[in-house]
Structure formats: structure tokens, C-alpha cells
């Protein structure tokens, strides 16, 4: 196997560095055996912190991906990355400049815009609270208020896929479903609600899944948790309840919590057009 590139990411906002974060994870993934070697700073707005900015880039050369506004500081920035032939890069310039020529209009370059407290931050907000307030099973009697509902057995990434769609918003309660313990009754008696959204998973990687949580904290004796026999029995039953009331499926076996996630949006959205 080929031995691990390593190499420095400096990774310079004014605001939280989410987008930075997402654009620099997003990249690496297409590269084997890279390992980028983070730099973070963020809320970057004067020239007294960009300068220990400078210094950190000059000790330590890499690559440079930026989302600065003020234009002093860009310049800076950018100046001093070429005169050292450092590759820099402002993310989110293509963006905006596409749409600022397709809607004839020019950007209004305010800081960390997309962080405002408008009516979007606080369902954001609201949509948090309440997938902490309806984890595993918790508040079923107001499975009526969410947007989604999602249902599977133990270890089906549940709670991180409700808590990844509050994130966008997304109102989202889950239930686990226990052999030889019924479901809530509230909801098997939703009806014209939320999208209920059943996780499938193949017996193989649940109980890979199942035994490193097992690893995780220390126990590893073997139990109904992880016998091959009992997880596919638990399976095909979750499976049988699925079809019995026509939920929704996903096959989480080889996906990921965001990839989980999109699929739910897109099953929303879909929702939305219909009616």
C-alpha cells in the first residue's frame, strides 16, 4: 500500500469555517491515502489577527482555502500567499460571482450572512430542541408535530440522522423498535403526517456496528445484542412491521449519516410537490 501523503491545510474564515470545513473534507475524500494536516482559524476580522494568520502560513506552507469579506484583509491575504507561492484559494468567490451575473445584482459581502437570526435560524433552533426532546422513543405522544419520523432496531443511526436534519431544519423524532415490545401506538395511528422513514440494515454490518459499540465501552461478552441468528430474526421482523404499515425505506447499510439524511430530504421534498 502506498504510504499516507501528509500536507498543511490552513483553513482562514471570518465567521465559523463550516463552509471551509465541509469544502476541504469534501476535496480530500477523492485523494488516496492523503492526510490533510488542519490549520483552523476562524472569525479572522482584523489586522491584528490576520497577521498571526500570516505567521502560522509562513512556519508551516501548505495550501490556503479562505472565505474573508473585507477586502483589505483579502488582499492581504492573497498577496502574501502568491508572493510565497503558496496556492490560496477564496471558496466561495465562484459562487457568488455566478449568481451575482445571473441575477444581475451585486453581492452584499456581509459577514457570516448565513448565520443571521432570521425566522430560518430559529426553526433551526426549535428543530434542535425537539429531536432531543423525542430521541429514542422519548415524547411519542407529539409524534404528530414532526416532520419525520424514523423507525429501525438498535445502532441504525437514528438519533445522529434526526440531530443532522434538525440541522436543516427539519423537525425529527425517533423510535426504536425492540423485539417483542410493540411500538407506540401513537405511531402506528399516524395517518396524512409526518413522513415515517424505516432504517434497513443488513444483519453483517449491524452486528459489526453492534460489537465495536460493545468494544467501546469496555464489554465484549457475547449476547442476543450481536448472535447472528437473533439479529436476523430482530431484522426481518422490523423489516415485516416496515411493510405491514408501507413506510418508507432506506438501506443504511453502506451509507452514511448525511448520505441517510439527503435521502430523507429528497423524500420530502418529493412529499412537498405532491400536495
Known amino acids: 500500500m502506498r504510504p499516507s501523503i501528509f500536507f498543511n491545510v490552513h483553513l482562514v474564515s471570518d465567521s465559523t469555517g463550516e463552509t471551509l470545513n465541509a469544502v476541504m473534507r469534501a476535496a480530500t475524500a477523492q485523494f488516496d491515502n492523503v492526510v ?14 490576520l497577521d498571526k494568520v500570516l505567521r502560522e502560513i509562513e512556519g508551516a506552507p501548505g495550501v490556503v482555502w479562505f472565505t474573508v469579506s473585507d477586502h483589505e484583509l483579502r488582499r492581504r491575504l492573497e498577496d502574501f500567499c502568491v508572493e510565497r507561492s503558496i496556492p490560496v484559494l477564496p471558496v466561495l468567490d465562484p459562487s457568488v460571482h455566478m449568481l451575482s451575473r445571473h441575477l444581475g445584482m451585486a453581492s452584499s459581502e456581509r459577514v457570516a450572512a448565513q448565520h443571521e ?67 407506540p401506538h401513537e405511531l402506528l395511528e399516524l395517518k396524512n403526517g409526518p413522513l415515517i422513514v424505516g432504517l434497513k440494515i443488513s444483519a453483517d454490518r449491524l452486528i459489526q456496528i453492534r460489537r465495536q459499540r460493545l468494544k467501546s465501552i469496555n464489554e465484549d461478552t457475547e449476547t442476543d445484542y450481536t448472535d447472528e441468528d437473533r439479529v436476523k430474526e430482530e431484522i426481518a421482523w422490523a423489516n415485516r412491521l416496515y411493510a405491514k404499515h408501507d413506510w418508507d425505506v432506506i438501506d443504511v447499510s453502506r451509507r452514511s449519516v448525511e448520505e441517510t439524511a439527503a435521502s430523507i430530504l429528497n423524500k420530502l421534498a418529493r412529499r412537498g410537490g405532491d400536495s
Open 36 to 49: 490533510p494536516l488542519e490549520h483552523n482559524y476562524y472569525l479572522v476580522r482584523s489586522d491584528r489577527q
Open 117 to 183: 437570526m432570521d425566522a430560518a435560524y430559529f426553526r433551526r433552533i426549535d428543530a434542535i430542541h425537539y429531536a432531543l426532546a423525542h430521541d429514542d422513543g422519548q415524547g411519542h405522544q407529539r409524534l404528530k408535530q414532526a416532520d419525520v419520523v424514523i423507525v429501525g432496531v438498535s445502532r441504525t443511526s437514528k438519533t445522529p440522522t434526526c440531530v443532522y436534519l434538525a440541522n436543516r431544519g427539519i423537525m425529527a423524532a425517533n423510535v426504536p423498535l425492540v423485539p417483542g415490545i410493540d411500538p
